[in-house]
């Protein structure tokens, strides 16, 4: 699936929680669904990133470090 369908089950998903609670009677089915949604969307977005680039240390040279 693309990104943009991830996006957009993020937004439903985000919807029906928060829509499902300002319901008289919150049915739990939707907010179980919106909470799927939302895991679902945020695992595969979140596989998506790439791994951050390790940090260099300020000390390039060890002799560097004994001046």
């Known amino acids: ?18 829509g499902s609670e300002f319901q008289d009677k919150p049915f ?4 179980i669904c919106g909470l799927g ?6 695992y595969q977005l979140s596989r998506r990133i790439e791994n951050l680039p ?8 060890e002799n560097e470090e004994e001046e």
């Open 1 to 18: 699936m693309s990104k943009s369908m991830y996006y957009l089950c993020l937004v439903l998903g985000i919807s029906l929680i928060i």
């Open 28 to 31: 739990l089915i939707l907010q």
């Open 37 to 42: 949604l939302l895991m679902l969307a945020l």
């Open 54 to 61: 390790e940090k260099d240390s300020y000390i390039k040279y």
